[in-house]
T-cell receptor, first 114, second 117 residues
């Protein structure tokens, strides 16, 4: 049973380019969460999705950031016109249906903006 | 407001000694509490959680944590530390009654555990 998959593991972009981060949840998991970890800090919630629905995007910056979890395929976190401050590790987690269920994390995508 | 505090940035322990990593929380209702461990350049690995029931929770790799409602704490413990336990430890809380969102975890800033031989 494969765990949460994220790709790419490392992504380098120049300022103004777009970054696309992909997350495939564990088999049987229908809930996906995205978190961002800045250097020397804990993880900060960004967005919570179920298939074809955004449930909570209260942690997402208002501009340039978007997320989706289509009926088929992985969840995508998209950052348009990246800036240096977007450099961070982005982690995806998945869980089964219930609120009390554990979230299992992927290995993360480390985004570096030059 | 919901929050999690890990008061120690770093904990140093000699191998074989007991270890404690502290965590306190603030939520409006009954919390769901979690501990995760992060090794360098890796994702977070789940250690244990408290949802309800027995206040002492046992988890992976010999770790355990005790939920103390009166002190709003959920300290992580291990009777005998190993060098391989050296990593970054995160406490997290979810308040199922908070607003309209039941999804996200709120993390502490993390505590770096260093176990010396």
């Amino acid at each position: 049973n494969a765990g949460v998959m994220q790709n790419p593991r490392h992504l380098v972009r120049r300022r103004g380019q777009e970054a696309r981060l992909r997350c495939s949840p564990m088999k049987g998991h229908s809930h996906v969460y995205w978190y961002r970890q800045l250097p020397e800090e804990g993880l900060k919630f960004m967005v919570y999705l179920q298939k074809e629905n955004i449930i909570d995007e209260s942690g997402m910056p208002k501009e340039r950031f978007s997320a989706e979890f289509p009926k088929e395929g992985p969840s995508i976190l998209r950052i348009q016109q990246v800036v240096r401050g977007d450099s961070a590790a982005y982690f995806c987690a998945s869980s089964p249906r219930k609120v009390a269920d554990t979230q299992y994390f992927g290995p993360g995508t480390r985004l570096t903006v030059l | 407001a919901q929050s999690v505090a890990q008061p120690e940035d770093q904990v140093n322990v000699a191998e074989g000694n007991p270890l404690t990593v502290k965590c306190t929380y603030s939520v409006s209702g009954n919390p769901y509490l979690f501990w995760y461990v992060q090794y360098p350049n890796r994702g977070l690995q789940f250690l244990l959680k408290y949802i309800t029931g027995d206040n002492l929770v046992k988890g992976s790799y010999g770790f355990e944590a005790e939920f103390n409602k009166s002190q709003t704490s959920f300290h992580l413990k291990k009777p005998s530390a190993l060098v391989s336990d050296s990593a970054l430890y995160f406490c997290a809380v979810r308040d199922p009654n908070y607003g309209g969102s039941q999804g996200n975890l709120i993390f502490g800033k993390g505590t770096k555990l260093s176990v010396k031989p």
